[in-house]
């Protein structure tokens, strides 16, 4: 519809129209827009498509920082109940791209290091972990799961000499959490490598790839990181190069010396992984670091003991401003060890028997690790809800839009 | 275990081993290894990981051209039993790399062109294309789906103002259908893109995408495409730059003109797809092709008719050695027509409410497609079956590995 200049008025907000006219330079900087040199003599406008008169949100309000106590904002259920709206803040705008970036150079950095991608099936026939949440699909007129992580398939195509793969694709967790960092559904980033001689060349491999990734972000979505800054606050992200790692026990030491009571072998808790990561931060001035060699007992089967001292394990999580956002081992490449450990872990050798039955044509020593995607682009923007880096999230309580 | 040089024939196949030795130039040349010019003494040998003492299958049989009558060749279920055995095959060593080299020139080309990758959920609370043919999963107390494809929220990225994007990622087809073309569950390589002027752009966009993709395969992965030439004998892939685009009258008359009886707005079946495809690379020698103006019979609601003969529609279906890899369309955007069309095609508006809505806040004319990943390495490669470039193959029959 072509609209005659006095009628521009009564456009609809987030309408989208084409514009005839002239750009013409202008003597006085306009200050006012984005645009300060020029301006935009319209001759003629037509409305490409008209959006509804009453708008659920106004982006103004959903771009304004929630600090500003004196105006509107709006809150989540209500962004995410209209996303294709929420979407369009220049904050939203800048997050995906973002995200997009960290995908982008986790992929550059793998394959220039001679990593594989693949892809790996998201309905499996058995549960992965035992069977605790999980999704149950209809498989005609069987039963079937969704994958709870792709770690099985990614050994598997190290067993069959694939050597480095990674694969990045959907995660399913039937986990009736509602917290600022669990989702239903989120975008693993997934890695698994043999190694020639000992598991930390896999450490290394995926510390150097993280740096990586905090270095491209910083240095080439520089403009799309300030745009966040400006609705959420956060400080930069900071990282060491080569990157920090520490061994569970001096972790755990550094915990202690701060007054935490915890023994040796006892799990972290998500508070203590909170306040160690504060720790660190002051000590170290980084905000990512690795913690290796996790106690045996906390770790699932699979994750090879260490061979020097069954006490340890050859296995290491990473953390971002202290929350964790990859976990990853050495794994069990050798299938009586396997059973062993399964047996020792309470853990039902008919249900893995598939598993363990796929290291008995040769299998490499391998590691690797998986890592949330959503939670390195909430954590590296210093972000503090999930959802806010999940472009249509699923949790216990959302499935639409 | 340290293997004294008298047993190393005892070693099984397939067992990973550790050598220490010498490498020695020869004055002959070596006929039967791949290394010509020089030899390795060995001192000492390790076997890292035992192989099993008798293989389900072996890699010799495995390799073997299907042609080679007088020796064993391994069928395609005990393949897929033993995946992890089948895998270490030169043939499918190169034909996963080709694979990745499908996703990699894809995302290259797009990234090149201002796409922004995103990531779009596969759980669903409801059915996407009207129910039939959708996996369900129990999801807590409720009942969800497995998103047929992610073109809603393809959609819906575009009318929240991201202008271009494509997504990577599993698709979930509950068909039974036992084809060598079809799988439960593939990998779809899909975009959307808002336009200027015309769908025509979004077409030029694709066609080119695709000789990205072709050429780059054939440039940077020769070795592998002569790998698997030696087991699966096939004519290289040809295709045109700038790609060939007919109308489907075009393509009908073609059919006709060779014995074909159908009528110009009957749908193409699957073996007039075939034929069509023999008869373009005839006459214009290429095995990749483009069709575009689909009778608006034959499509969904969603397809934008042709404006000026409503017979028609802006749709359009990709071809490679003549069977479809793409379909896509100009989607409606306006959200009265969205809803006259599923109207007149009897789709039941309640349950499309949500994707109508998804338009009600101004959305740009856009237009998009979705290309089957496995489709694309087997028609490259001219390969007989789906099951040959999926890694761990789903259908009807086969849930594991």
Redesign the interface.
């Given at each position: 519809m072509l609209y005659s200049i006095f009628l521009i008025c009564s456009i609809?907000k987030?309408?989208?129209i084409d514009v005839e006219g002239f750009v013409r330079t202008v003597d006085q900087k306009i200050e006012s827009c984005s645009q300060h040199d020029v301006e935009l003599h319209c001759e003629q406008v037509w409305v490409?498509?008209?959006?509804?008169p009453r708008?659920p949100l106004l982006i103004e309000d959903a771009v304004r920082p929630e600090t500003d106590d004196a105006l509107a904002t709006v809150n989540q259920d209500t962004r995410l109940d209209n996303?294709?709206?929420?979407?369009?803040t220049t904050t939203?705008?800048a997050i995906?791209?973002i995200?997009?970036g960290v995908?982008?150079y986790f992929r550059d950095y793998l394959?220039e290091k001679d990593f594989?991608?693949?892809?790996?099936?998201?309905?499996?026939?058995a549960a992965s972990e035992g069977g605790a949440n999980v999704?149950?699909?209809?498989?005609?007129k069987?039963k079937?799961y969704?994958a709870q992580s792709p770690q099985l398939?990614k050994q598997?195509?190290i067993?069959?000499?694939?050597d480095r793969v990674f694969t990045?694709?959907?995660v399913?967790r039937?986990e009736?959490s509602n917290t600022h960092r669990h989702l239903?559904?989120f975008?693993g980033l997934d890695l698994e490598m043999a190694f020639k001689f000992h598991y930390h060349e896999v450490i290394e491999v995926i510390g150097d790839m993280f740096v990586h990734i905090f270095k491209n972000l910083r240095d080439n979505l520089q403009e799309e990181i300030e745009t966040v800054g400006r609705q959420y606050k956060s400080e930069p992200f900071k990282f060491l190069e080569p990157s920090l790692v520490l061994t569970y026990k001096e972790g755990v030491r550094l915990l202690r010396d701060n007054g935490v009571d915890m023994g040796d072998e006892d799990d972290l808790s998500t508070p203590a992984e909170k306040l160690l990561g504060r720790l660190i931060k002051q000590k170290y001035d980084t905000d990512f670091f690795i913690l290796d060699k996790f106690p045996l007992a906390v770790r699932p089967f699979y994750t090879m003991p260490d061979p020097t001292d069954k006490k340890w394990s050859n296995s290491y999580d990473m953390f971002m401003r202290g929350e964790e956002i990859l976990s990853g081992a050495q794994r069990v490449?050798?299938p009586d060890l396997l059973s062993e450990r399964a047996k020792e872990k309470g853990v039902d050798l008919e249900h893995i028997k598939?598993y363990i039955d796929?290291?008995?044509?040769?299998?490499?020593?391998h590691a690797g690790g998986g890592i949330g995607?959503e939670r390195v682009t909430m954590l590296f923007l210093g972000l503090d809800n999930i959802r806010k880096t999940?472009?249509?999230p699923?949790d216990?309580k959302r499935?639409?839009?």
């Open positions: 609809n987030e309408s989208i490409v498509s008209s959006a509804a708008l996303r294709i709206l929420d979407l369009r939203n705008q995906y791209r995200e997009a995908c982008k394959m594989i991608e693949i892809h790996v099936p998201k309905i499996i026939s999704f149950t699909v209809s498989y005609f069987d079937a969704l398939y598997m195509a067993t069959a000499d694939f990045i694709g959907q399913f039937a009736d239903t559904e975008v490449h050798c598939s796929s290291f008995r044509y040769g299998a490499p020593p995607m999940s472009m249509f699923r216990p499935l639409t839009p």
